[in-house]
Nanobody
Framework: LQLVESGGGLVQSGGSLTLSCAAS????????VGWFRQAPGKEREGVSC????????FYADSVKGRFTISRDNTKNMVYLQMNSPKFEDTAFYYC???????????????????WGQGTLVIVSS
């Protein structure tokens, strides 16, 4: 399974931005998908994840109520809608896929499957 993120860019604080994670070489609906981010000088952190076949959605406290993860199985894609982004949301965003949601989905090392190359989001204050 190969993953490619897109949709990053410059967004104003309080605006909105939607990131996409496109899959090839497999059916993404059969996988759990997670979104991670990494800001300069910081560790990669989990943002949100979605169980296979929409078996559940999970959000980090820092984005709960502002970000929404979703799938479009017709396009073999997963999205991360970012509403009311804050300056501290600035980071490279990565999607990851695995056969199931890991025991600790917020730690990148637990995702043993596929990773995308990342897309940069810059939130201007």
């Amino acid at each position: 399974l190969q993953l490619v993120e897109s949709g990053g860019g410059l967004v104003q604080s309080g605006g909105s931005l939607t990131l996409s994670c496109a899959a090839s070489g497999g059916t993404l609906d059969a996988y759990a998908v997670g979104w991670f981010r990494q800001a300069p000088g910081k560790e990669r952190e989990g943002v949100s994840c979605l169980g296979s076949s929409d078996s559940g959605t999970f959000y980090a406290d820092s984005v709960k109520g502002r970000f929404t993860i979703s799938r479009d199985n017709t396009k073999n894609m997963v999205y991360l809608q970012m509403n009311s982004p804050k300056f501290e949301d600035t980071a490279f965003y990565y999607c990851a896929a695995d056969v199931e949601v890991p025991v600790n989905p917020w730690i990148s090392d637990y995702w043993q499957g596929s990773w995308g190359q990342g897309t940069l989001v810059i939130v201007s204050s």
